[in-house]
């Protein structure tokens, strides 16, 4: 498999309800970091988390990660229609600061 | 906020022809990324910009593919002969020194090749 797995691939939701999703990976990282995208629209950055923290928190989001398990999750809280978007976890390799390697994203879809 | 935009939203080409997809960074970044997404695949890094020079590209960024800053404000991606499995989002992305890690998107060109 590839660095930044995502699961669920699909995750259906009521609004109010919290969502979870859960990014793994392969090799160290400098940091790893949550993008958002609507539709056919372009990502938006999160939130990111470095390789020496555990747990981050912005608004309703919360990210974890556990690099001796090489895995994150995102966690969105009283979930909104309007999170509807594919989540992806995309990590920066060890030893760069360069390009981001995406998972396959998760498809959220929040129903009111 | 500043933003980094992209022209055109959606192109469309035949095969075997060249396109030219373009892109305005946030004025005081330094670093410049194309990356692509296949319809329903994840998004994949083609290439890296900093300092008027590639620092890293991909597998896909082969010779067909170039990328210039003509004017120090465009930053462009360039396919010689394009392929249908070009078809694809092509994102541009930057990021400066002050915020190291976190990559800005552009809203992605839409390449249709027939």
């Known amino acids: 498999s590839q660095q930044g797995e995502e699961d669920p691939q699909a995750l259906s939701i009521q609004e109010g309800e919290n969502a979870t999703m859960n990014c793994s990976y392969k090799t160290s990282i400098n940091n790893l970091q949550w993008y958002r995208q609507n539709s056919g629209r372009g990502l938006v950055h999160l939130i990111l988390?470095?390789?020496?923290?555990r747990e981050k928190h912005s608004g309703r989001l919360r990210v974890t990660l556990d690099t001796s398990k090489k895995s994150s999750s995102l966690l969105i809280t009283a979930s909104r229609a309007a999170d509807t978007a594919s989540y992806f976890c995309a990590t920066v390799p060890g030893g760069g600061y360069n390009k981001l390697i995406f998972g396959a994203g998760t498809r959220l879809a929040v129903h009111p | 906020e500043p933003e980094v935009t992209q022209t055109p939203s959606h192109q469309v080409t035949q095969m075997g022809q060249e396109v030219i997809l373009r892109c305005v960074p946030i004025?005081?970044?330094?670093?410049f990324y194309w990356y692509r997404q296949i319809l329903g695949q994840k998004v994949e890094f083609l290439v890296s910009?900093?300092?008027?020079?590639?620092?890293?590209k991909s597998e896909i960024f082969d010779d067909q593919f170039s990328v210039e800053r003509p004017d120090g404000s465009n930053f462009t991606l360039k396919i010689r002969s394009t392929k249908l499995e070009d078809s694809a989002m092509y994102f541009c992305?930057?990021?400066?020194?002050?915020?190291?890690?976190?990559?800005?998107f552009g809203p992605g060109t839409r390449l249709t090749v027939l």
């Open positions: 992305a930057s990021k400066n020194k002050i915020s190291p890690d976190t990559q800005y």
């Open positions: 910009f900093y300092n008027n020079e590639i620092s890293e």
């Open positions: 004025s005081n970044h330094l670093y």
């Open positions: 988390i470095r390789s020496n923290e």
